[in-house]
């Protein structure tokens, strides 16, 4: 309580802020505000690996101790130009995606039930890049890949 306000002025005042503190948590929440790096819901963090960059193409070694050893994982790989979603959908077939959600730019880094989540607005797209749930409008652009002795060759 500051010196000369009264009881009151006190208690309007607390009253005020704490109907302003909630308002905005309800605004971040429906902004993908949730506290959930992954994004909204109950949608698990991407593993981030990074990826080595050389003529044009990024390289990932794929071994047994990938976090895309099992087909139906999924990963953010981290690159020098940038973010890039991977699927493994096969016993040797991989798709790798932009891993920037086409609403608004934010980095995908969640998945969970075979689909990525956008943290910003809660954008999903399947494995293959369609949108499944809005705000985004436009599918992620794939990008070629080809596995071959335990590593897996994106086209940039």
């Known amino acids: 309580m500051k ?8 208690c309007t005042h607390a009253v005020t802020l704490t ?4 308002a905005l948590g309800t ?10 790096p992954a994004g909204p819901g109950s ?5 981030v690996i990074n990826g080595a960059v050389a003529n044009g193409s990024v ?27 991977v699927a493994h959908t096969g016993q040797d077939a991989f798709i790798a995606l932009n891993g ?16 990525y989540v956008c943290p910003c607005h809660g954008s999903q797209f399947s494995t293959s890049g369609q949108v ?13 890949t080809q596995f071959a002795n335990n590593v897996l060759t994106i086209a940039a």
């Open 100 to 115: 920037m959600c086409t609403h608004q730019a934010c980095t995908i880094t969640g998945f969970g039930n075979g689909t």
């Open 27 to 36: 605004i971040l929440q429906g902004c993908g505000g949730s506290g959930n």
């Open 59 to 85: 390289a990932i070694t794929i071994d047994s101790a990938s976090p895309l050893a099992a087909v139906g994982s999924a990963a953010l790989v981290q690159t020098s130009s940038g973010f890039l979603l």
């Open 132 to 144: 499944t749930s809005g705000p985004a409008s436009t599918n992620l652009r794939q990008h070629q």
């Open 19 to 22: 109907a302003f503190a909630g």
């Open 43 to 47: 949608v698990q963090a991407l593993p």
């Open 3 to 10: 010196e000369g306000q009264t009881r009151r002025e006190f």
